[in-house]
């Protein structure tokens, strides 16, 4: 199986196309694979605590967590997560923290091993937005891009290919389309191999 998670509504997002891209696509088939989609809530430590929980219970061959970026018009696959907690505002539960570790012995930053360039490729040949991003930011997100990340380099087996992807508001881009990338951003982590830069 593959897992896709998303997150719930946090701070001036009423609906998280995240999340709920996730629910539409759960129970779903991609290249063979039955899709797990989770939504988690936007807290560092419970989405973190969540996502290992999965990770456990389904050994997935492939991990691709979403969330929401305001201010993002294309489907945004994240290149890096970096050791920096840093939120602009704070989680659902009113944590806010201040230019901290994620893992205060961890490596600076990891990339993504996901095929990152065939992947918007693949979305543009498809007629969606797509980009390659430098950043996932210094929030929720990036805290759960870097602690996926550091967790499967632990624990290599559990699942070689993982990364991140920021979707658009639901006012930039229409739910049905979220939903078509992420399939299809699937389906190419999936069947490609090596990743190389696509002209
Ligand atoms: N987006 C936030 C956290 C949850 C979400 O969907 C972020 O970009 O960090």
Same mark, same amino acid.
């Given at each position: 199986? &593959? %897992?896709? =998670?998303? $997150? +719930? /509504?946090?701070?001036?997002i009423?609906?998280?196309p ?5 629910? @539409? !696509? ?11 989609g989770? &939504? %988690?809530? =936007?807290? $560092? +430590? /419970?989405?973190?605590?969540l ?8 050994a997935? @061959? !492939?991990?691709?967590c ?56 693949a ?17 929720v ?16 087996g ?29 389906r ?12």
């Open positions: 199986m &593959v %897992l896709l =998670t998303g $997150f +719930d /509504a946090f701070g001036a009423a609906a998280n995240s999340g709920l891209a996730a629910r @539409a !696509l759960h129970g779903k088939q991609v290249a063979g694979h039955r899709i797990v989770a &939504v %988690l809530p =936007t807290v $560092f +430590d /419970a989405s973190t605590t996502l290992d929980q999965l990770l456990v219970r389904h997935p @061959a !492939l991990v691709v979403t969330g929401v970026a305001a201010g993002r018009h294309a489907l945004s696959v994240e290149r890096v997560a970096i050791n920096r907690d840093d939120a602009p505002i704070p989680d659902n539960t009113g944590y806010q923290p201040r230019d901290r570790s994620v893992v205060a012995d961890g490596p600076a930053a990891y990339l993504s091993t996901l095929p990152v360039q065939a992947m918007v490729h979305l543009q040949q498809n007629g969606l937005a797509a980009e390659l991003s430098p950043s996932a930011g210094h929030y997100c990036n805290h759960l891009f870097y602690q996926l990340m550091h967790a499967l380099a632990r624990e290599p559990v699942g070689w290919r993982g990364g991140f992807i920021h979707v658009p508001p639901l006012e930039v881009m229409a739910l049905e389309h979220t939903v078509r990338g992420l399939r299809l951003a699937l190419c982590a999936l069947t490609v191999g090596a990743d190389t830069p696509v002209a």
